[in-house]
Each structure stands twice: as structure tokens, then as C-alpha cells.
């Protein structure tokens, strides 16, 4: 799908939609671009029209000459949370809705991995379901000591929807990824670096963390980054021969399911 086809459908989701607070930004100054979750009254939770906003981040950085990328929080404390419940909750009377959010994101995502430039993840605090999908989207991920990385979601009888799976295998192996989404418990820095999903542990800001890690990267030419980037992306296809599908069709029998359901109430619930 290119991401035309997401935009399309990610309108679609979200007309009709009141705007509510947050936003995803995106800051262009050389040598290193970022890009802001920025809902931090909701733990930086992903709206739909947040989910348009990291669209048009990622169109918007195809067409920069930059080399590298920063994907980072507002929050000092919190990476992401993850989809916007009430909005999850809202879509799950349509089970065909939460299929179109999965296509869209996944494409999104990859989009962003594929990106000619070299991109980190700075995780301060949590990263959790959809904002544990994130991470894996970028090449390197540079963690606070408290940052943690939580795929939650077999505890809302719930897989990844957002093309998280495919990548967590490539960055940890089959064995590991099945057994973090299996045991749906988080992952510290500490462990994170132990199996190969963090790169580097830093005191204090991430971000900071993340900007020293790139220096190397920025002494260089960026157009020397940029072919070795495209090099390596054409090495690694990020999707099979039988492409998204799979992994979509997994996510979309449990996205309405009972199991789904009743856990996102008990949180709701204890949210309120």
C-alpha cells in the first residue's frame, strides 16, 4: 500500500471526528530532524488525526536531503501510550474500521523505516502497545535507565496491528519476539539491551541520548548516509512475498473479539 492509499483511508476514519488535543510535529533543522509525540494529558496516546499528522511527518522527510531522524516524546516521563482508547473503543463497533487503522499505520510505519536517512527512537518512560510498535519502526532505539518497552497487547486480547510483529522479529529474532508478545510483559532497558531492542542506555534525556549517538552519523556527507541507508532498506524487505496481509488478517479476528472488548472496558473503567 503507498501512502496515498493510507491517507485515503485514514480520512475516512477520522471525518466526522472532533480534533481533540495532541498533535505529532515535525521540526526540520539539520543535522537532525525530529519528530514529536505530543499529547502528554493522555500519556502522548495517538489520535486519528495524530495518526494523520506522523503521515504527513514521513511525507514530508521523503522529500528532505537530511540524514538523520530523531522520533521522540514530549514527555520527559512517557514515550507513547499507545492508540487513543476512547477512540479504539469507539472504532470497535466496526470491526472493518480497525482493519483500515491497521493497513493504514502498518504502511505508515514501514514508510518510515524506509525512510533514506538513519532514524532513532528516543524512549523516555513507557512505550506501550501502539507506542511499543513505533519503536521498532526506526533503525536504532536509545533508552532512558527508566525507559521501558511493554507490547501489552496480548493482556487486552489484542495482537499488533500496526505491522509491530514483523518488525520486532527482524530486530530480536522468531524466538524472542514470540516469546515477548506471548508473555506481554515489558521489557526494561536493561533486558532491551540485552536482546538487541536497545541499542544504548543514557542517563537522564533520551533525546540528549539519542542526539550523541547520531554524531558519528551527522560528521559524515549525508549523501554518504543516505546510499548506505537505501543499501541496507534494499537488503532487508520489510514485508515477505505474502505481504501485509497476514499479519493484518491476525490483528483484525481479535480486534473485536470478546476478549478485546472486555479488557478495554475494565480500562476504560478505571480510567474514569
Same mark, same amino acid.
Given at each position: 500500500?503507498?501512502?496515498? %492509499?493510507?491517507?485515503?483511508? +485514514? ?21 537532525? =530532524?525530529?519528530?514529536?509525540? /505530543? ?20 511525507? #514530508? ?6 540524514? =538523520?531522524?530523531?522520533?521522540? *516524546? ?23 474500521? &480497525? $482493519? ?8 505508515? +510505519? ?19 502497545? !501502539?507506542?511499543?510498535? @513505533?519503536?521498532?519502526?526506526? /533503525? ?6 527508566? !525507559? ?7 493482556? +487486552? ?6 505491522? &509491530? ?25 536493561? %533486558?532491551? %539491551? $540485552?536482546?538487541?531492542?536497545? /541499542? #544504548? ?7 540528549? !541520548?539519542? %542526539?550523541?549517538? @547520531? ?7 549525508? *549523501? ?5 541507508? +537505501? #543499501?541496507?532498506?534494499? !537488503?532487508?524487505?520489510? $514485508?515477505? *512475498? $505474502? &505481504?501485509?496481509?497476514?499479519?493484518? /488478517? ?13 479488557? @478495554? ?8
Amino acid at each position: 500500500m503507498r501512502l496515498r %492509499e493510507a491517507r485515503r483511508l +485514514l480520512d475516512g476514519l477520522a471525518a466526522g471526528v472532533p480534533r481533540e488535543a495532541g498533535t505529532i510535529r515535525l521540526e526540520l533543522q539539520k543535522p537532525i =530532524a525530529k519528530v514529536i509525540i /505530543d499529547n502528554t494529558t493522555v500519556r502522548n496516546a495517538i489520535t486519528l488525526h495524530m495518526m494523520l499528522d506522523l503521515l504527513n511527518a514521513v511525507e #514530508q522527510l521523503w522529500k528532505w536531503d537530511g540524514a =538523520a531522524v530523531i522520533l521522540c *516524546s514530549a514527555d520527559p516521563n512517557f514515550f507513547c501510550a499507545g492508540g487513543h482508547l476512547k477512540q479504539v473503543k469507539t472504532a470497535l463497533a466496526e470491526p472493518d474500521k &480497525g $482493519r483500515c487503522m491497521a493497513m493504514a499505520m502498518a504502511t505508515v +510505519l514501514d514508510q518510515f523505516m524506509g525512510l533514506p536517512m538513519v532514524t532513532v527512537a528516543a524512549v523516555n518512560g513507557l512505550a506501550i502497545g !501502539g507506542g511499543a510498535e @513505533l519503536v521498532t519502526a526506526c /533503525d536504532h532505539r536509545v533508552a532512558s535507565t527508566e !525507559g521501558q518497552i511493554h507490547f501489552v497487547h496480548g493482556r +487486552l486480547g489484542l495482537a499488533p496491528g500496526w505491522g &509491530g510483529t514483523g518488525r520486532l522479529v527482524a530486530h530480536v529474532g522468531r524466538r524472542r519476539a514470540l516469546r515477548i508478545l506471548t508473555t506481554a510483559l515489558p521489557i526494561n532497558a536493561v %533486558e532491551g %539491551e $540485552r536482546i538487541g531492542l536497545v /541499542d #544504548q542506555i543514557v542517563e537522564g534525556s533520551a533525546i540528549a !541520548g539519542a %542526539e550523541r549517538f @547520531l554524531e558519528p552519523v551527522c560528521a559524515l556527507p549525508p *549523501s554518504a548516509v543516505r546510499a548506505a541507508k +537505501l #543499501q541496507v532498506a534494499a !537488503g532487508y524487505h520489510l $514485508r515477505t *512475498s $505474502r &505481504g501485509l496481509f497476514p499479519e493484518t /488478517d491476525a490483528f483484525t479476528a481479535v480486534w473485536a473479539g470478546d476478549d478485546h472488548r472486555n479488557a @478495554l472496558t475494565m480500562v476504560l473503567q478505571r480510567m474514569s
